[in-house]
């Protein structure tokens, strides 16, 4: 088996996120060098800030004044044709409501939160987790602004406010996201592949 078959293996049995999909959808190099190569992904700010106002809501101490429901980063691990998806619901009241946190510097609008894909991909999970319909589900996805301190740091807007926008999912929704799921992955792996083929530039030699 050569190298590159050895590394799509790993990938397959990997636990496939939507963090993943989105990074394949905007960039494929660096989907493959952070998937498939296991480089280690460079932190920046605007990840440290959410990785701490994530950790204050596990403690049930947010620092920002949003709406918890009774489980906080609740894992969903469910198969798919096959593929292993994982996700986790920044907090969620079993087979009613989910929600979602984001931290931005530039605002959340109506029509991004209705066409927010992380919420179609958990919603897909919770139906086949939990059998929980999409159109039963309550969803919110609530937005914290954040703003450039000149210290390379980043903080929130004060006074910090919750802007807070209900969507839906449908049935539909779910079937489609399934379908880009199925397409991403065999995308991915022909991608892949594609990197093993590629030729390699000869070296030039000076006279």
């Known amino acids: 088996m050569s190298n590159i078959e050895e590394k799509i293996k790993t990938w397959q049995q990997r636990s496939f996120s939507w963090s993943q999909l989105s990074s394949w959808e905007y960039d494929k190099e660096k989907w493959f060098a952070k998937y498939i190569l296991n480089e280690k992904e460079e932190d920046n700010k605007e990840m440290a800030l959410g990785r701490l106002f994530a950790e204050s809501c596990e403690k049930g101490k947010p620092l920002a004044p949003v709406t918890l429901y009774s489980k906080v980063e609740y894992k969903l691990k469910v198969m798919f044709n096959n593929i292993p998806l994982v996700g986790y619901c920044d907090t969620y009241e079993p087979h009613t409501k989910l929600g979602e946190f984001k931290t931005s510097k530039k605002p959340w609008t109506r029509e991004k939160v209705d066409s927010h894909g992380q919420l179609t991909f958990y ?85």
């Open 123 to 207: 919603a897909l999970l919770l139906y086949i987790q939990h059998k929980v319909k999409p159109e039963s589900l309550h969803i919110q996805l609530q937005n914290i602004l954040t703003k450039e301190n000149g210290d390379f740091s980043l903080d929130f807007v004060k006074p910090i406010k919750v802007y807070t926008f209900e969507t839906k999912r449908s049935m539909k929704d779910i079937l489609q996201m399934g379908a880009r799921i199925n397409s991403a992955r065999a995308e991915m792996e022909a991608f892949a592949r594609s990197k093993e083929l590629s030729p390699v530039a000869p070296v030039q030699y000076m006279p």
